[in-house]
């Protein structure tokens, strides 16, 4: 490892959309330390979203280098991906998309599904789940929990595979003032203790001030 989480060089992404070329992203670079903790803003449709997915392994690049916890994600074959993010990536949603029939506790061990893992799932997801502040709603589900409970589920199931880099995207965008606050000052606590880098996507000003780094995209540059 060269102490770079994230290592973006010259990126470009570009969409084809109503018979022409939309460019999104436009020759990004951005250096990410290990254990960095930064927030992304910007206008609705300034790539946000767009840069986190490539972040992610979940879209490629059209032009440039997308380099994660030492791993180039636009050279790295699809077959990979899945398995490079179980083990280097967590990420946090803004809408949860945690499963209604499972349970908090269930919800937060189903990334382990596909894998063998050397930890007790279940052991280490209720510790996960004790973590954020829910170990009374272990076994509640999603429809029996407050938005900032949801959230915090998420967070525990971000978390369970250990990650290098956790990525939030908008996670306080469905919750009042006072949750967001417990939500963001939650994940900074918990990845700053784990030594895990942080990227936040949000709107909010006042929250993104409140990290040691913030970046703004405007159309598609940094």
Excluded at 44 to 60: E, H, I, N, V
Excluded at 98 to 126: F, G, K, S
Excluded at 155 to 174: F, H, M, Q, V
Aim: net charge neutral; hydrophobic share 40%.
């Amino acid at each position: 490892m060269n102490g770079l989480a994230v290592e973006l060089t010259g990126v470009t992404r570009r969409f084809r959309a109503h018979g022409r070329e939309v460019s999104v992203l436009e020759g990004l670079d951005l250096a990410v330390a290990d254990g960095e903790s930064l927030a992304l803003v910007g206008s609705s449709g300034a790539g946000k979203s767009t840069l986190l997915s490539l972040l992610a392994g979940l879209d490629r690049p059209s032009s440039g280098n997308v380099v994660v916890c030492g791993t180039d994600l636009g050279k790295a074959r699809p077959s990979h991906l899945a398995a490079f993010r179980f083990q280097n990536i967590g990420i946090v949603f803004q809408q949860y998309h945690l499963i209604p029939t499972l349970t908090a506790l269930e919800n937060v061990m189903l990334p382990c599904a596909p894998w063998r893992v050397a930890y007790n799932p279940r052991q280490r997801a209720a510790e996960l789940l004790e973590l954020v502040g829910l170990t009374e709603r272990t076994q509640h589900f999603p429809a029996q929990l407050s938005g900032g409970e949801q959230q915090r589920v998420c967070i525990a199931r971000a978390l369970i595979n250990s990650p290098r880099l956790l990525l939030a995207d908008e996670p306080t965008g469905n919750l009042d003032e006072d949750s967001a606050r417990d939500v963001i000052a939650l994940i900074r606590q918990i990845t700053a203790e784990n030594r895990q880098t942080l990227v936040v996507v949000t709107h909010d000003l006042d929250l993104a001030q409140t990290f040691p780094r913030v970046l703004r995209l405007r159309q598609g540059k940094l």
